[in-house]
């Protein structure tokens, strides 16, 4: 039986998985309330509709036949037509989906993510949590209200330490694809017009800012990959960006 509350429903498919030595991540707006407090905060709350999560695509049949055992059904066709890098199943009675992204999430930039599934047990890194928000080229308020929640209570490192932001990680993103430099530095550069918008308190705000200009420092200060620096000079000339119905064709 699924549960009703679809954070404890999150966790329970995750401990479901490890029982069964399946690699399973939580991303999107349910990890993000996992690891922070300021989710609930009454200026950033938002609903989480369904749950989304990574795994890794030599364990794709493990997963497709360990969901239909803790109550879940099938989306055959896309199954069939995407398992190689996504799966989706249904919480019929909840009228709940799940998104299972396979080694990489993929939405205006793809992002690697195999060898980052073991950092936090039960969600993805706080650094590529962070990443998968600000890759959203048309982000909207639920994802500036994430990205906010997540920098008003971590702070931002160099490492991935438990609780901690790797500022690294993005910087060394940006640093080799000037795509996602451009992407990550235009929606930081939006969230901080936006948070002020928000019925936070002066220091709250102060906090989310001081910890996006520390990210941006890193983002500038690491060294870019003869790529990213072929690539600057074309700039805005040519899309750097794919829309999420453009990976649908």
């Known amino acids: ?5 679809i954070l404890k429903e999150a966790e329970r498919i995750i401990a479901s998985a490890q029982s069964q030595n399946i690699i399973l991540r ?9 690891h922070c407090p300021s989710a609930t905060h009454r200026a950033i709350a938002r609903t989480y509709p369904d749950i989304d999560l990574v795994g890794l695509k030599n364990q794709s049949r493990l997963i497709r036949n360990f969901l239909p055992t803790i109550g879940y059904e099938p989306n055959e066709m896309f199954n069939a037509l995407r398992g190689g890098s996504r799966l989706m199943f249904f919480d019929t009675p909840n009228k709940r989906r799940i998104d299972i992204f396979l080694d990489y999430f993929e939405m205006c930039h793809r992002l690697e993510l195999r060898d980052r599934l073991t950092i936090d047990p039960k969600t993805l890194s706080l650094a590529d949590l962070l990443a998968t928000k600000l890759q959203v080229v048309k982000t909207n ?10 920098l008003l209570d971590h702070d931002v490192g160099t490492d991935d330490q438990p609780e901690t932001v790797n500022g690294k990680r993005l910087a060394k993103l940006c640093a080799d ?10 929606v930081l550069a939006k969230t901080t017009v936006m948070v002020e918008q928000f019925d936070l308190n002066p220091e709250e705000k102060k906090t989310v800012k001081d910890r996006m200009e520390r990210i941006i420092r890193l983002v500038e200060d690491e060294p870019k990959s003869t790529k990213w620096k072929m690539r600057a000079r074309v700039g805005e000339k040519v899309a750097w960006y794919k829309l999420p119905e453009d990976l649908a064709e």
């Open 177 to 186: 694809d000037w795509g996602i430099y451009k992407t990550f530095t235009t």
């Open 141 to 150: 308020e639920k994802d500036i209200k994430d990205i906010v929640a997540i």
């Open 26 to 34: 939580l991303l999107g707006g349910t990890a993000i309330a996992v």
């Open 1 to 5: 039986m699924t549960e009703t509350d």
